[in-house]
């Protein structure tokens, strides 16, 4: 007989090695087939709804990893919940509408300027769903679950239909209108820009002072004392209509070198430094308040530059005393409407200056710069000039730097209802915690919303004109075209004359001839994602409003986080989500920024085809994603390892089960070993915590919690010790029954804890559990923890029992070292321990010799009495010499009983027993 031939070994037909990059194609092809997006939601029906909005993503260009991390934690999200008591649908979407698609079509060699506006839109249009396609495709590889037949996309007539509508509800309510105010103002797209449009990168500026002569002094200051104001920006000289000063600074007037300046008094000896005045004394001081409304003439023109007052003047750097051109920056808009000043703009949609800049017409305004800071030394204004490096305002979509510039633009009110948009955030529940103050902050600072665009591919401004100007946006008239965007598309508004975008019979009282005309400009497209909530979530009935969560990057605070707040708080007086989660930029390994220069990108495809889409999810899951995270190579050979582990234990405990039933062989509770309990108790810990870090969206402790059980209580310590039980007992042996059963059960739950992170390789082991009746992992709910009061006593006692195994473990290892022995089971352990853990080992019901993993345990006397040659540590001192008797060709145990047996003088009396019981 060959004795090999009667161990219970594993069995499984699940293979060791993944494939994943072959085998998930499989996996996704069948769940296409079973439609198992539709069998989840019709398993969850009735639950209480739990709804994640899709934040859309640009559909332009292949994926990035940024864009996995962000669809991943959605998935786990959403996976989460539809096992743990939810109804949680999952609408993906897409924004679809903006300058990089016109780009990309003009990149192409389409020649906008000879289509039609609806031609060029149409060509928009297509090129976006064949962007949506390739996305589509890419995230669906990625494993994420969702409605994909049937997405939102914010070019959709009846996406864009509620967009009107929300836009109504705001003009409806007094939060839209139209002014001349400075804007950010992109030359290289022609276009204003959001503060969500722009970034900050590093440009060389030219820093000037210019020093303008008083010509009316009203007796506080004489003629000709010169105010010196300091500048980066030269190019809006021209514009200068007033110099700003703080009514409650004290300014000093300056002599030195025969001339008399005007400067903050707390900034005289910085300033003098910079200028170079080696002497000078201070003749004056005054507060700015007595220099309101002096007047002093302009360096490069015949007109007069008022001195003003404002409370946004500070002495932090500069002179304190603030060039003011009302045409090119906020606060210098709004003082200079305080004191009614024209606004001035001498720059046209190019960036070049126009005929109100005399003298530098035609010129680009960063080429002006060297032209008018050369006018200003000329006529002796310039009192100094040098570069320095600065970050500075771009265009993040064409990567060029923006100017403010004051155009007629349409506006959403933010001051109107400040008050509502900081109570809806109080309202919601950020995670992380600080985004809270992070969100609060900018709603509480931000200005009005620049909501029109001077592009054609977007959602038109729903305003007509009427012959004398009077722009017209009535709630019949927006409802009207709301209608018929919904019935054509927005399309319409360029295919049609205003009078056919009108209701029928329309009539104003300001166009008595009937004469309509129409606005040009589109609506940001923060307002197309931003009105999202109601063209999804309310057009929708398989949807709820408000949504649950929002999940995007934390750069989206001051994007979709934002505007979706604005519209939602005008229109319905609350926030579209309950809850809002952000998570950090993808860095490299070393912290780096990714670039393809650099050489650092890592590729979404790329690591789905060479290792698979759940070594992308499982490296998600592994990071803390609230802060800024890390991913290499290296990094996803690390994550890679975790995954073998995983699996390899997995694959284990299904060998281990192979002729396991769990309706007819399960051992109940009461009746399992205590190591068997133990263990029991130690995966009910595991689910509990994992649950509790899932419902706080904490995947990493869900991470680190299912490795260290799988590589800790798992593989060095249970499975390591159950060899000796499931190979070599009996079939129906109890005790192989009870590790069967704990075995069992640990599968289970670890499958469908898993089962979020790595749906594939989830749904790919089921597949083999002969025993479960649903068709797929997806389709069941998370293993709930389970309490019994034995817990209580065995958490203390096992603890102490595992720290003497982790003595054991060591003396093992020092014994192995000094080759007193080979393998573990060569080995007697004879074990001193103090007084207090001598009450572990009265008991028959722990297999000492088993939990150690050695032939022979002996308990000695106590630690005290412990011989010399023993290994003394904290709670024991251990003995480690070479088990008496002979090795066991069956179980490889040292035992004095091999050769009792006459049949089988091989075989130690255990295996023995076994083998006549079962095999003769």
């Known amino acids: 007989m060959e004795y090999k031939d009667t161990l219970l070994m594993p069995k499984t037909d699940f293979p060791m090695r993944g494939n994943l990059p072959v085998k998930e ?11 198992i997006y539709k069998k989840v939601l019709e398993r969850t029906e009735g639950r209480p709804f739990f709804v994640l909005h899709d934040g859309p993503p640009y559909a332009n260009g292949d994926i990035h990893i940024g864009h996995a991390l962000n669809k991943v934690l959605k998935d786990m999200i959403v996976r989460h919940k539809s096992m743990t ?105 022609e276009s204003a820009l959001a503060e969500a449009e722009i970034e900050y990168q590093d440009k060389k500026s030219p820093s000037i002072y210019v020093s303008f002569a ?159 800071t050369e006018a200003l030394e000329k006529v002796g204004a310039l009192e100094k000039l040098t570069f320095f490096t600065h970050s500075y305002p771009h265009d993040w979509r064409t990567k060029k730097p923006v100017i403010y510039r004051a155009t007629p633009q349409w506006f959403a009110s933010i001051e109107a209802f400040r008050d509502e948009l900081l109570q809806s955030i109080r309202n919601t529940k950020f995670t992380p915690a600080w985004g809270e103050t992070r969100l609060y902050n900018m709603i509480r600072d931000r200005g009005d919303w620049c909501i029109s665009r001077q592009r054609v591919w977007g959602v038109p401004i729903p305003v007509f004109y009427a012959e004398d100007g009077e722009p017209i946006l009535t709630e019949e008239t927006i409802s009207h075209v709301s209608n018929l965007f919904r019935e054509y598309g927005s399309n319409i508004w360029f295919e049609r004359e205003a009078k056919e975008l009108l209701p029928e019979g329309f009539t104003h009282p300001h166009s008595p001839n009937g004469i309509f005309t129409k606005e040009t400009d589109i609506m940001d497209v923060w307002f197309d994602s931003g009105s999202s909530y109601h063209g999804v979530l309310e057009e929708r009935d398989d949807l709820v409003f408000p949504a649950d ?41 070393n912290g780096r920024k990714m670039s393809k220069s650099l050489g650092n990108v890592v590729v979404p495809a790329k690591v789905m085809n060479q290792l698979g889409a759940d070594i992308l999810r499982l490296w998600v899951a592994s990071v803390d994603y609230t802060a800024d995270v890390r991913v290499s190579d290296a990094i996803i050979k690390q994550v890679t390892e975790v995954y073998r582990k995983i699996r390899n234990t997995l694959r284990f405990l299904h060998g281990n089960i192979s002729d396991f039933n769990p309706t007819s062989d399960r051992v109940a509770f009461e009746n399992l070993r205590e190591v068997d309990q133990y263990m029991y108790m130690k995966l009910q810990e595991v689910i509990k915590t994992v649950r509790a870090a899932y419902d706080r969206y904490d995947f990493a402790t869900v991470y680190h919690t299912v490795n260290n059980f799988v590589s800790g209580e798992l593989s060095s310590f249970y499975l390591d010790i159950a060899k000796d039980v499931v190979y070599i007992y009996g079939t129906d042996d109890k005790d192989r029954r009870a590790m069967q059963t704990v075995m069992y059960d640990t599968l289970l739950a670890l499958l469908k804890l898993l089962t979020p992170i790595l749906p594939h390789t989830a749904d790919e082991l089921w597949a083999y559990l002969e025993h479960e009746k649903e068709e797929s992992v997806q389709l069941t709910d998370m293993p709930e923890a389970l309490d019994y009061p034995a817990f209580e006593a065995l958490a203390p006692k096992w603890e102490k029992i595992m720290g003497l195994r982790d003595d054991v473990l060591k003396a093992l290892e020092e014994a192995r070292n000094a080759k007193t022995i080979g393998k573990s089971l060569e080995a007697k352990v004879t074990l001193y321990v103090s007084d207090e853990y001598k009450a572990l080992f009265d008991t028959d019901a722990i297999d000492f010799a088993q939990l150690f993993i050695v032939s022979k345990f002996v308990l000695g006397g106590s630690q005290s009495e412990a011989p010399a040659n023993s290994l003394v540590l904290e709670n024991s001192s251990v003995v480690v010499e070479k088990a008496d008797g002979e090795k066991c060709e069956r179980c490889w145990t040292i035992a004095e009983t091999v050769g009792e047996s006459e049949a089988h003088p091989t075989l130690c009396s255990r295996c023995a027993e076994v083998v006549e019981k079962h095999y003769v």
């Not at 194609?25 to 439609?35: F, G, N, P, V």
């Not at 939810?86 to 897409?94: E, I, K, L, Q, S």
């Not at 030269?234 to 200068?240: E, L, Q, S």
């Open 25 to 35: 194609l499989d996996i996704q092809a069948k769940w296409e087939e079973q439609d």
């Open 85 to 189: 008591g939810f109804h949680a649908p999952y609408v993906p979407g897409w924004d679809t509408h903006g300058l990089p698609i016109e780009q990309a079509l003009t990149n192409k060699g389409v020649k906008r300027k000879e289509l039609s506006l609806a031609e060029f839109r149409k060509l928009c249009e297509d090129y976006a769903y064949q962007q949506i396609d390739n996305q589509r495709s890419q995230f669906k590889r990625l494993g994420v679950r969702g409605d994909w037949d049937n997405p939102y996309v914010t070019l959709k007539p009846e996406f864009e239909s509620r967009q009107i509508e929300v836009f109504g509800a705001m003009a409806k309510k007094g939060y839209i209108y139209k002014g001349l105010k400075p804007v950010y103002w992109s030359p290289s797209s």
């Open 214 to 372: 008083v010509t009316d002094g009203k007796g506080v200051l004489e003629e000709g004392t010169k105010f010196i104001i300091w500048t980066t920006t030269p190019w809006t000289i021209p514009a200068n209509l007033a110099i700003s000063l703080h009514p409650r600074v004290e300014y000093a007037v300056v002599l030195t070198k025969g001339n008399k300046y005007v400067i903050a008094k707390d900034l005289a000896e910085s300033v003098a430094a910079e200028l170079g005045w080696e002497e000078y004394s201070i003749e004056q001081t005054i507060l700015g308040q007595e220099l309101d409304r002096l007047v002093a003439k302009h360096p490069l023109y015949d007109r007069d530059s008022l001195i003003i007052l404002g409370e946004h003047v500070t002495t932090e750097s500069g002179t304190g005393c603030v060039h003011t051109a009302p045409g090119h920056g906020e606060d210098d808009f709004y003082v200079g409407k305080a004191y009614g000043l024209d606004v001035l703009c001498p720059v046209d949609e190019r960036g070049v200056l126009t005929a109100e800049a005399p003298g530098f017409e035609g010129l680009f305004y960063d080429t002006a710069n060297k032209a008018i």
């Open 549 to 589: 969560l929002y999940l995007e990057g934390s750069d989206q605070y001051r994007g979709w986080f934002n505007s979706s707040l604005i519209t939602s708080t005008a229109m319905y007086g609350h926030a579209p989500y309950k809850g809002l989660l952000s998570h950090g930029f993808i860095l490299d390994g």
